[in-house]
């Protein structure tokens, strides 16, 4: 993740993950990369040492 980023990207929290509109969901991160590329990246935040992982890439 961070290689060949060419714009800022976008954070959300989603509710995906969360169990109900009150939990915490996962974090969804969209890169814009080389190519015209937008590279989707997310983080499950109920899982201790829960790290980012790579989604698909969008072009």
Not at 11 to 35: K, Q, R, S
Request: glycine share 18%; net charge negative.
């Amino acid at each position: 993740m961070g290689e060949n980023v060419t714009e800022a990207p976008c954070l959300i929290e989603g509710t995906y993950g969360a169990g109900n509109d009150a939990g915490v969901g996962n974090f969804e991160l969209c890169v814009p990369v080389t190519g015209g590329r937008i590279e989707h990246w997310w983080r499950h935040n109920t899982s201790d040492g829960a790290g980012w992982h790579a989604g698909p890439v969008i072009t």
